[in-house]
């Protein structure tokens, strides 16, 4: 009887070995870390796939074989690309350690719901990878990354994308931050802009916006435009802004400081205005945060009325001699005035969202969101379309220490 | 074949008459006792013949031993002497009152009637005296005891605390126990297992602490044991446990008179066996095979920080390679991107699959165990370097394997090394390809599938009315429970209450009385 | 304690925890999301209260029949019939809940790990795990509950705080979610969240006091409505409002969003870990629990041919529903005509009656008191 009873378990337990189809070796796959979408050129309704892959025997020590390789497929859905690719590598694809989703801009213009809801829905991918959207096509980009620092591409993307951590120039533009801002009915999402640096080979000059002599405006362009020789040939730098699912305009690296602001995720900036002793002198600043920005929103007449207060503190950084800084008067005209250029930026930059482009970046919805009590009631006031209407009134507090200034007279 | 039956004729004669008792006539209890012996087959057996005169009368003795296992200083000084050496003139007194009152000088006699205790004990080694017309004889303890001498045990190291360790001779034993617990209420039961080996076991327990039902318990399983030979502390283990098809132990056995001691006095039973320096002790739980030998000489920080890393090591030797088969090939999108490049460089030039590499490396890592184990140990030592040196970098260098393994398989081997119980160091061998199995069929699931069923059929699992794996729970106000966590010897007021002790208290409230004394007095 | 069947205060507290671990774990957060909006903290803590008020009324009921299983009061009220019929129902309830939590995590499994394996295989790893694990006996698993709760906690709690990062207040506003009325309302059948009232009466052959039976409820209470309203207030303040209506896998998507170092990123390791343990204790105890009542009912001595072939049942039935959304609906159905009358309802109506009975004086209180203790 008790034999009979080890068998029937044994019995149960072999059926258990058919599980592993899933079990798949190291090597059986083919890690992909970028993936590239453009319109194709030839026909209407089909996108072209671009994918990097990591070749893992060049990790070796001895071995000098390339690191990555690229290969494009032209389809028209990404799935459809994936299946054809599979058959001329001999690899399967494996999508779970990629790491970056580049879109041409043609793309992002036409619209990307098709494409973004694909991707949420399959669990392969890793909602933590980074999006980004390319003026040149997302090959080109991908083909041009060509990283100097490190030998692993994988780490280059992460380490690159990373920079909002320590500069305030790029956004932290994630894919799961902006499909969920995709859905979502307090804000409008952004993804950062990269380019191939077109000026490696001639010396560039700086193009920017014809300013009222307020500011020397460094970093007022967009990828692509960056003045440098040398380094990596493609750049990340400015903002893309989406609407219903579109996009709708650009956005500089001098608007994303202001956007990291009003958002309340500032951290440090190395800003820089023109002296008003001397006007063709610069002073430059180290700013850094100090409390939190108070965002206030209220309703007047069914248009929104939104109080932003921003309180910095900093140092002055670069000084020229001729001028005494260390008096106080100086330093109090000093401060005036930079916060009187901020102000003028900060509000430009807000009624550009507002007006050009009518999309909440800044997430001012969850503030506005206070004003109601029930679900109801705030999908009934439409607040994104409401929000072209809005007023803004832009407070700025700088606080200039004293310190750091030890040219006497 | 006339010879079989004869023979099996005679013994079965023998056995009817080991069943009687002596008579009173000198001569027959002779023949009766050659007949048992075959003194004219075999040598050891000596039937020493004299007289002894007593009131005017003469009365013909025999002293039957064993030489070599009894003292003959001890008989010739003790037995033979007195008896032959002169007349003696007793009026008032008998026979047996006389050899016993007055002439016999042994220390420690005995009457026995029956034959079959008269053989048990004349094997043991002791020396039994026939007198005519006496319907008893007199068995007279003259045992020899020659054992190894006391030294360090060899399995259980201890870097600080005692070392001295049991050794094969029960009486050694005994004393060496008794000069640590030092205690009156040390009661050392004696029980005989074993029909043809009638082998001493000892039962000891503190009588005012144990719990009688486990002290009944135990008592009634070694009684009711019907073997043949015990030769071994290890083979009475298996018939005494709840559940011998477990792959876990379920008794602690050990050479340390220290430990022995401190388990006494918890309130647990121990069992000597004779000829076997591994003593037994009884009831066991899954946390006292944590427990190293010197946990209660060394402070309790150094002692809980060892037990941690112990902790650390149980989980490595069992789960480790199991877990990185279930990664690599099931769930890779879980490792970091960086390693797993890294390791995937390699695996590109290997020819075998992951699960077969592992077992090879494995079988391979036990292969070297065993043959170290038993080499002597001039050779051994080397055996071991030249082993894993040729393995391991060998392997590599061509290509068969990947560095990685190997460093999996060394951590895991390192691992079992730091288990200081001998049987659960087996047992974790076992798991482990248990475990190596099931995860290259399911990855995460098939591991854990495995864990949680074998923790739920071991929580289930009662060793002589304690479970085994008992848990961490508080009890009348005892905030220290000895598993993982020791607590310093001061706050640690209670005896295990799982173990249920006649008295529960073993140290008063304050412990350093000299402490508040001083803050008393100031 | 030696010889007794006994088991610690601890583990039977652990054992009632791992009854709603297991609904956290997989979908407790968009079902509170999908009934109370941005709201989810008012929700449970209307419910964390309902249920201590539902304590307090029954520890006061059950008073006079301290020490006796309720079956046994069953007996007292109506007769064997009644008895068997509320043991019939019991087990009835366990059955059902018992296969649609293997489809559902079965198929968990497969959606977030295992892509091209088949549902019915990781059922077959549960089935196996259930038969086995149930013929260690009921002391088995709750000391087993004893060590692996505590770890599971801990582990959806490193989940929790390494999302901080990505938390915003702001988020919960609107405050009042889909307004009051909505929550008391369709937020009343939720109260199947605390399961493990069910189980708390047949406890009492287990525990030493039995009057300490009302301090474990409240330590269960406690505990479970302090890792709700964690979780749901961490599920609400990193994902926006309509997103919480449709992530099913709360938790992992939660887990996802680690970013703290490049090594880091994969940090939801620790929740499949939880996941697989919770899952694989909480099926053995409702396994458990399917065979306690049926032994009851029919009167039988347990028998290992039994448990295997309900266990094959359950592993059958469970192929039923076709995929994971009608998995819902169907617990929705059964959630409201089944688990919550038997569950709430049919202990007040038999500790009611017999209290009835008792004050009337007929059938005898002191004979029956006497003869079952």
Redesign the interface.
Same mark, same amino acid.
């Given at each position: 009887m008790k034999n009979l009873?080890l068998v029937?378990i044994s019995i149960?337990?072999l059926?258990?070995?058919?599980?592993?189809?899933?079990?798949?070796?190291?090597?059986e796959?083919a !890690?992909v870390?970028a993936i590239g979408i453009d319109k194709s050129e030839n026909q209407e309704d089909r996108i072209r796939v671009t994918f990097e892959f990591?070749i893992?025997?060049?990790?070796?020590a001895e071995s000098n074989s390339q690191v990555s390789s690229i290969t494009t497929v032209e389809s028209t859905s990404l799935h459809s690309a994936i299946s054809l690719a599979n058959t001329y590598i001999s690899k399967e694809l494996?999508l779970?350690?990629n790491?970056v989703l580049v879109f041409s801009e043609e793309i992002a213009y036409e619209g990307l719901e098709k494409y973004v809801s694909t991707i949420s829905n399959d669990?392969?991918y890793?909602?933590?990878m980074y999006i980004a959207i390319s003026k040149c096509s997302a090959e080109e980009y991908i083909k041009n990354t060509k990283p100097e620092l490190e030998k692993?591409p994988?780490?280059f993307y992460?380490?690159l994308f990373r920079g909002y951590d320590y500069t305030s120039l790029l956004p932290n533009s !994630?894919f799961?931050g902006f499909f969920?801002s995709t859905?979502?009915?307090?804000?409008n999402p952004i993804a950062i802009l990269t380019n191939v640096d077109t000026q490696t080979q001639e010396t560039a000059k700086a193009i920017a916006e014809p300013s009222e002599s307020l500011g020397p405006y460094d970093s007022n362009i967009t990828a692509g435009n960056i003045p440098k020789e040398g380094g990596a040939s493609t750049a990340a730098l400015g903002m893309v802004v989406f609407k219903n699912g579109h996009a709708v305009g650009e956005l500089t690296g001098e608007d994303t400081i202001y956007f990291q602001m009003s958002k309340n995720s500032f951290e440090e900036v190395y800003y820089s205005i023109y002296d008003p002793f001397i006007p063709q002198n610069t002073i430059a600043f180290n700013l850094s945060k100090k409390g939190n920005t108070k965002i206030k929103v209220d309703f007047v007449n069914n248009k929104p009325l939104i109080f932003i207060e921003v309180n910095l503190q900093g140092n002055i950084i670069s000084i020229n001699n001729d001028v005494d800084y260390q008096n106080e008067k100086n330093l109090e005209i000093i401060q005036k005035h930079l916060e009187y250029v901020i102000h003028r930026n900060l509000e430009t930059f807000l009624y550009k969202t507002s007006k050009k482009f009518g999309s909440d970046i800044c997430a001012f919805g969850?503030?506005a969101?206070?004003n109601?009590?029930?679900?109801?009631?705030?999908k009934q006031n439409n607040w994104l379309e409401m929000y072209k209407f809005s007023y803004f009134k832009v407070k700025v507090n700088v606080e200039i220490e004293k310190s750091g200034l030890i040219f006497l007279e | 074949m006339n010879n079989r039956i004869a023979l099996r004729k005679k013994f079965k004669k023998i056995e009817k008459l080991k069943k009687t008792c002596i008579s009173n006539n000198l001569q027959d209890n002779i023949n009766m006792f050659k007949e048992i012996y075959s003194p004219k087959i075999t040598i050891g057996t000596v039937f020493r013949e004299f007289e002894l005169s007593l009131n005017n009368n003469s009365y013909r003795c025999c002293a039957i031993f064993i030489e070599g296992l009894s003292d003959s200083d001890s008989i010739n000084d003790n037995i033979l002497k007195p008896l032959m050496i002169k007349q003696y003139n007793f009026d008032n007194l008998d026979l047996a009152q006389a050899i016993e009152d007055k002439i016999l000088l042994q220390g420690n006699i005995d009457n026995k009637e029956k034959i079959e205790e008269i053989v048990i004990d004349i094997n043991a080694g002791n020396c039994a005296l026939f007198i005519d017309t006496l319907s008893h004889c007199y068995i007279c303890d003259v045992k020899q005891n020659e054992h190894r001498t006391i030294s360090t045990p060899i399995n259980e190291v201890a870097i600080k605390g005692p070392h001295s360790g049991f050794v094969e001779s029960i009486r050694a034993n005994t004393a060496l126990l008794r000069k640590v617990v030092n205690d009156e209420n040390l009661m050392l039961e004696k029980i005989e297992i074993g029909k043809r080996s009638n082998t001493t076991c000892l039962m000891g327990y503190i009588s005012n602490i144990a719990n009688p039902k486990i002290v009944d318990d135990v008592r009634n399983r070694l009684k009711n044991i019907s073997i043949d030979y015990l030769l071994d502390s290890g083979q009475l283990e298996q018939l005494i446990e709840d559940h011998p098809l477990l792959t876990m132990p379920q008794t602690i056995s050990t050479e340390r008179p220290d430990k022995i001691a401190s388990h006494l006095s918890e309130g647990r039973v121990c069992i000597m066996v004779d000829n076997s320096p591994y003593v037994i002790v009884v009831p066991c739980t899954f946390w006292d095979l944590f427990h190293s030998a010197e946990d209660y000489s060394i402070r309790f920080q150094h002692a809980t920080f060892i037990r941690l890393i112990r902790l650390v090591a149980y989980f490595c030797s069992i789960f480790l390679p199991g877990i990185y088969v279930a990664l690599t090939n099931f769930h890779v999108s879980l490792l970091p991107t960086d390693l797993l490049f890294s390791i995937a460089a390699i695996k590109e030039s290997l020819p075998f699959p992951l699960l077969i590499e592992i077992l090879v490396m494995e079988i391979s890592l036990e292969l070297i165990r065993e043959a170290g184990a038993r080499m002597p140990n001039s050779i051994g030592s080397s055996l071991g370097i030249v082993g894993a040196v040729l393995l391991g970098q060998a392997s590599v260098d061509a290509h068969l394997v990947s560095p990685m393994l190997i460093l999996v398989v060394a951590i895991t081997a390192i691992s079992s090394f730091a288990t200081p119980n001998y049987s659960l160091a087996f047992t974790f061998r076992i798991l482990r390809f248990v475990y190596i199995i099931l995860a290259a069929f399911m990855g995460f699931l098939g591991i854990l599938f495995g864990a949680i069923t074998h923790l739920v059929i071991l929580c289930s699992v009662y060793s002589f009315g304690v479970p085994y794996m008992v848990g961490f729970n508080r009890y009348n106000k005892n905030p220290f429970t000895d598993t993982v966590v020791l607590a310093p010897n001061w706050l640690d007021e209670f005896r295990p209450p799982f173990l249920n002790p006649l008295n529960l208290r073993k140290t008063s409230h304050i412990a350093r009385q000299w402490d508040s004394n001083n803050k008393k007095g100031k | 304690m030696l010889n007794q069947k006994f088991v610690s205060p601890f583990a039977i507290v652990c054992f009632l925890i791992s009854f709603t671990l297991s609904q956290l774990i997989l979908s407790l957060p968009i079902i509170y999301s999908r009934v109370a909006g941005t709201a989810t903290y008012i929700l449970s803590i209307y419910l964390a209260l309902t249920m201590v008020l539902l304590i307090i009324i029954i520890s006061k009921l059950y008073k006079p029949f301290y020490g006796i299983d309720l079956f046994t009061v069953a007996k007292y009220v109506g007769g064997n019939f009644f008895s068997k019929i509320s043991s019939a129902l019991y087990c009835i309830v366990f059955i059902l809940l018992t296969t649609l939590f293997l489809r559902e995590v079965s198929e968990t499994m497969k959606i977030l790990l295992f892509d091209t394996t088949s549902t019915t295989i990781i059922s077959l790893f549960f089935t196996a795990a259930m038969i086995i694990g149930c013929s260690a006996g009921f002391e088995g698993i709750v000391r087993a509950c004893g060590y692996i709760v505590p770890i599971a906690i801990l582990g959806i709690l490193i989940t929790i705080i390494f999302s901080t990062n990505y938390w915003d207040v702001n988020r919960l506003y609107p405050l009042l979610g889909h307004g009051i009325d909505n929550i008391l309302l369709y937020g009343f059948p939720r109260i199947s969240t605390y399961l493990g009232f069910i189980y708390l009466f047949d406890l009492v052959n287990y525990v030493e006091k039995s009057e300490e039976l009302n301090k474990m409820a409240f330590i269960y209470i406690g505990i479970s409505f302090f890792l709700i309203t964690i979780c749901v207030l961490a599920n609400t303040m990193a994902f926006a409002y309509p997103y919480t209506d449709s992530n099913f896998f709360a938790l992992y998507d939660l887990a996802k969003l680690t970013n703290l170092n490049s090594f880091f990123l994969r940090s939801e390791i620790i929740y499949i870990f939880t996941l697989m343990i919770v899952a694989f204790i909480f099926i053995i105890s409702m396994f458990y629990g399917t065979l306690n009542f049926l032994y009851k009912t029919l009167n039988i001595k347990s028998n290992v041919w039994i448990n295997i072939a309900v266990g094959i049942i359950i592993f059958i039935l469970s192929n039923i529903p076709n995929n994971l959304m009608e998995v819902f609906d169907y617990y929705n159905i059964i959630n409201s005509s089944l688990v919550l009358p038997v569950t709430f309802a049919l202990p007040f109506v038999i500790v009611g009656l017999a209290n009835i009975k008792r004050l009337k004086n007929r059938g005898n209180y002191e004979k029956f008191i006497s003869s079952n203790n």
């Open positions: 009873y029937i149960l337990c059926t258990m070995l058919t599980g592993c189809t899933e079990s798949k070796e190291l090597h796959h !890690y870390i990591v893992p025997i060049a990790f070796n494996n779970s350690h790491k669990k392969n890793r909602t933590n692993n994988a780490k992460e380490l !994630y799961l969920l859905r979502s009915t307090h804000a969850k503030i969101a206070k109601y009590l029930t679900i109801t009631e705030w | - | -």
